[in-house]
């Protein structure tokens, strides 16, 4: 038998609150607190990237999953690879676990400054 799949919230950050909205009419769906400026979005979760911390949202309900540290670096963008995240910021490389936000690996790129920076992930 066939389901008809309604679609999710559009969201939005701003002013560290994470915003849902509904599709069709505009309203809001559900408002949370979430401090950052970075915003990814997947089919099942809402990830907000702030300098230290990267927050976890369901989606499209919008329960809090986890809250986790990240090495202080101001995030300046967010890559999903697979079942990761690569984030960015002042030169410096962070890799975390999608499922709970554990941190993989971090590459501070010693010596190379903290300038404008672009990341490209093949695939």
Known sequence: MYREHKPGPIIALLMNRVIALDRQTGEIVFDRRARGSELLVTRDAIFVAASDVLTCFSYPEGVRVFESPLPAHATTS?????????????????????????????????????????????G
């Open 78 to 122: 967010m890559h999903r690879v697979g079942d990761t995240i690569v984030l960015k910021g002042s030169g410096e490389i962070s890799c975390v676990s999608m499922s709970d936000g554990a941190l993989l690996w971090h590459n501070k790129l010693k010596g190379y400054g903290t300038g404008s920076m672009s990341i490209a992930i093949p």
